[in-house]
């Protein structure tokens, strides 16, 4: 399926864990992600072109002071193995990074991951990059640990809601709930993966329809039905045809 340039990559905001949003407007960590296509087939090397965009892009956010960065590869053509594609996913996005910090010192690598995907789409060889700061937000969140974030996916606003279920005395993932969809995205489909700090896949719930505004799944949607809340670092968002 073709994909489109969509993409969330947000820190978790579940039940039980220390979240980046809070209910009421204060001091706290502000983030902007942007999606970079362009990466040759089965190459790391950040392209000439993607270089200019980007540093265009940091330059226009010269306040953060934090980058992450998370990879993508394109369709399996040449059947390679899973240690491979997140190997080559990974490396794009540790390139990316060290490029942004290159261009600008103050902005300190955070975190680098990267995911395979199957898109034969070359747009589907991208790089999310994500930038961090301190400062005044007021993110309207509802005090159960969720938020909302501005992302661009369908040029608009989404806003993910994680809820925990406990399960022999421990908190394990039971629901995202995702509102403020954009009319664009209606009649596509999302893919919501589910990470660790390291950037590795830890759960995917893949070609759901976006028929909507809003969009809920439940744990037994995903390819892992027992998922501690602790363990999941990000998730990662993908919009597509």
Not at 1 to 25: D, E, F, N, P, Y
Not at 29 to 39: A, D, E, N
Not at 82 to 100: E, G, I, P, S, Y
Not at 222 to 241: G, M, N, R
Request: contains cysteine; glycine residues 8%; charged residues 15%.
């Amino acid at each position: 399926m073709r994909r489109i340039a969509a993409m969330i990559v947000a820190l978790v905001l579940a039940l039980g864990l220390t979240s980046i949003w809070h209910s009421s407007a204060s001091a706290d960590t502000v983030s902007i992600s942007k999606t970079f296509s362009g990466f040759e087939f089965e190459k790391t090397a950040v392209t000439p072109a993607m270089k200019a965009a980007i540093q265009t892009w940091v330059a226009l956010n010269a306040d953060f002071t934090q980058v992450s960065c998370f990879g993508f590869t394109g369709y399996n053509v040449f059947n390679r193995s899973k240690t491979f594609l997140n190997k080559l996913a990974v490396t794009r996005a540790k390139n990316t990074c060290a490029f942004v910090n290159r261009i600008s010192p103050k902005t300190k690598v955070k975190s680098t991951g990267g995911i395979p995907s199957t898109s034969k789409n070359p747009s589907s060889r991208r790089v999310t990059i994500t930038l961090t700061r301190t400062g005044i937000i007021d993110p309207g969140g509802t005090g159960d640990g969720s938020g909302t974030g501005v992302i661009g996916t369908c040029d608009s606003n989404i806003t993910v809601k994680l809820k925990s279920r406990l399960l022999r005395g421990d908190l394990y993932f039971s629901q995202i709930n995702m509102s403020d969809i954009s009319n664009n995205c209606k009649s596509k489909y999302m893919d919501i993966y589910f990470t660790d700090a390291n950037g590795a896949e830890l759960a995917r719930a893949l070609n759901k329809a976006v028929t909507g505004a809003t969009l809920s799944l439940l744990w037994s949607d995903f390819s892992t039905l027992e998922l501690l809340s602790t363990t999941v670092a990000k998730v990662v968002i993908s919009i597509h045809d």
